[in-house]
């Protein structure tokens, strides 16, 4: 069940709060985007009420003359549904829903229920599922006492087990099944991520905004053939395949679910296990919607995403997709350099697009070669622990070692590189 019902096409006010920094244009931005979520969510936005305010009021978010003033416009165009372009917290939703006589929901509910109509794999829709209930659990709404489970008597007074309890408690321990089955799942995928991390090959995540191409430039990349719909959130699953550089590398490249302002922190949480294939990847190929009206404050939003999964790091290459509708694309790639224009649809500029991810991979390549004594096994050891051993091969009197290490490991590890091991040689020398 999701949280917009599908039988008709519901009719929706938009509701944003124009507030210190944010700007009028900037809450109008968001307000558009919040329609186009809406209308992948199967509903359509009929009007529109913007208020200026220094805070949000505790109890109803925009204040009770604001709130009469919302439902004559309800009632005017016969709205079903109320949606808010901030988070409400519990309370401020019941009020609201008293005051109005119509379902208020926020941009949190409209994306959770875009997700829940979309997750096809099984790990998705428990993830999904799980978002979703703990978003639901603060805002239960249950009778008082009137579900009394108990009858009165000496020591048992009360009003006992409220339906309400009964509720909480049933979500409770579906939480903890799906936190469960999902601990399973994510132990299978480490196991999945191990066993590529042993090859050669090194690993490219396609990420960006909702929309922005991923799955298009996936495809024509790749020829994956994956899922392809101009609609926000269209892939939520990654999809990952075998891509040959022009300079014969051998790459990984994945398809992640996109990215999207304000990003529910329920969906952050609950999707961290499938993100962290972004966070262990060798380059992330950043695709930006160059037809957007505000590209640069989409990659502002992705990147805040990156931050909070660990990814923020990460080797990072800009692609302006759509580069065919976009006038401003050679603009855009000018204030960026080192980015690329490309067309996932049409593959222009899509051979330099290749070009400059293997570029990217060699300026950035973690591989370091290491001399270690055969007496050293502590440091073989170490180097499966703390990082990934790629080739492992006999040197006369040491093992040759080519190991892809982080900065931290690269420095742990220093005195056996082959340069070191020539200086140590060179002082030991008659």
């Known amino acids: 069940m999701t949280l917009i019902e599908r039988s008709f096409r519901e009719r929706i006010v938009l509701v944003g709060v124009v507030s210190w920094p944010r700007t009028y244009d900037e809450v109008e931005a968001s307000l558009d985007e919040l329609a186009l979520l809406v209308d992948t969510a199967g509903a359509d936005d009929v009007a529109r009420v913007v208020q200026t305010r220094d805070t949000p009021d505790p109890a109803t978010y925009i204040g009770r003359g604001k709130a009469a003033e919302l439902l004559r416009v309800c009632e005017r165009v016969d709205a079903d549904t109320v949606v808010f372009d901030e988070e409400l917290s519990p309370a401020q939703q019941r009020n609201l829903e008293r005051l109005l006589g119509r379902t208020a929901i926020d941009r949190t509910a409209v994306i959770l229920d875009i997700f829940a109509q979309n997750a096809r794999s099984e790990e998705g829709r428990a993830q999904v599922e799980l978002a979703l209930l703990r978003y639901r659990l603060p805002r239960l709404r249950g009778r008082g006492t009137s579900l ?20 909480r408690r049933r979500i409770m321990r579906r939480i903890a099944k799906l936190e469960s089955e999902l601990r399973q799942l994510e132990a299978t995928r480490h196991t999945q991520r191990r066993a590529r991390r042993r090859g050669t090959a090194r690993s490219v995540s396609l990420v960006g905004y909702t929309n922005a191409g991923k799955s298009t430039l996936l495809n024509r990349l790749t020829g994956a053939g994956v899922l392809v719909g101009n609609k926000l959130f269209a892939t939520l699953d990654p999809r ?8 014969g590398e051998v790459v990984l490249c994945s398809d992640t679910v996109g990215f999207v302002r304000k990003l529910p922190h329920q969906l952050v949480e609950s999707f961290h296990s499938t993100l962290e294939v972004v966070a262990d990847s060798d380059l992330l190929v950043h695709v930006v919607d160059a037809s957007a009206p505000a590209p640069e404050s989409q990659m502002e939003a992705v990147r805040a995403v990156l931050g909070e999964i660990g990814a923020a790091e990460v080797p990072e290459l800009l692609a302006f997709n759509k580069a065919d509708a976009a006038p401003r694309a050679a603009e855009l790639t000018a204030a960026h350099p080192g980015s690329i224009a490309c067309a996932a649809l049409t593959g222009e500029g899509v051979e330099q697009l290749l070009v400059a991810m293997g570029e990217a991979l060699r300026a950035h390549d973690r591989t370091v070669e290491l001399l270690v004594p055969y007496e050293r096994g502590d440091v073989i050891a170490a180097l499966h622990r703390l990082g990934e051993v790629v080739d492992q091969r006999d040197a006369g009197e040491v093992l040759e070692v080519r190991a892809r290490l982080d900065e931290e490991g690269r420095r742990r590890f220093a005195q056996f590189t082959a340069t070191s091991r020539r200086r140590q040689e060179q002082r030991t020398a008659p």
């Open 148 to 167: 009394s489970q108990q009858a009165g008597g000496i020591g048992t007074r009360g009003p006992g087990e409220t339906q309400l309890e009964v509720d």
């Open 240 to 247: 990952t395949r075998r891509l040959e550089l022009p300079g």
